[in-house]
């Protein structure tokens, strides 16, 4: 078992693009979301993952992530997630100390541009890169098991 501690903030501008020193083109469908945990298959790349993660919005969860065959993985996909997957490119980007993973959506939540900080404790100091704009960590629609039900494009701006 793995705590995950992390806070998310919206992008602003491009300025990010050029320290990206990787990226990774990611899918992901919910199998199951409930006021417990969420549980995804994710496709990052060839890589397949199980993933296991407590629901809540505090910056800490818990999160189980196995490696599954990739076979499985898309049959998976197919048969059990709802029909509208996550898309993104995640890029990283070494800031500080840090590493930020930046998430570019795309398909119905292109337009969101999300960086996401992994924390070692929920006190930790971040010093953010100009880049980084308000804090969304504590809001639901945010998350990616909500963007699979309601994608940004659907949002009232």
Known sequence: MA?????KFLVTGADWRSE?????QIRQGYIAVNERCAVRIRIADSEALLNIKSSGLAIARKEYEYSIPMNDAVEMMQQFCAKQHVQKTRYYVHHQDRVWEIDVFEGLNAGLVIAEVELETETDHVDLPSWVGEEVSGEA???NSN???KPFQSWQR
Do not use: G, T
Not at 3 to 7: A, F, K, L, N, Q
Not at 20 to 24: E, I, L, P, T
């Open 147 to 149: 963007l699979a039900l």
């Open 141 to 143: 629609k945010y998350l």
């Open 20 to 24: 990206a020193v990787k990226k990774s």
């Open 3 to 7: 705590d995950e501690i992390e806070r």
